[in-house]
């Protein structure tokens, strides 16, 4: 049968994360970012969302780059 593709949202770690309270160096390494510049790719849903809007000034959404 086929699958249903997944929504998925790519997340680019942009400022480092030291000098912050741990948990908010959780929610980076919990998005699996690791270096800076990394771009991940993690399903779109409220659980994602809601991590990426606790760290804004850490990470950003990149929009419409397909490879």
């Known amino acids: 049968m086929s699958k249903k593709k997944q929504n998925t949202v ?3 770690y942009v400022r ?3 000098g912050r309270p741990r948990h908010q160096k959780n929610v980076v390494r919990g998005l699996g970012l690791r270096r800076l510049q990394q771009v991940v790719e993690r399903p779109d849903t409220p659980e994602i969302r809601g991590m990426v809007a606790k760290i804004p000034h850490l990470v950003q959404i990149v929009e419409g780059e397909e490879s």
Do not use: D, M, R
Request: proline residues 0%; hydrophobic residues 50%.
């Open 16 to 18: 480092s994360a030291i």
């Open 10 to 12: 790519k997340i680019q």
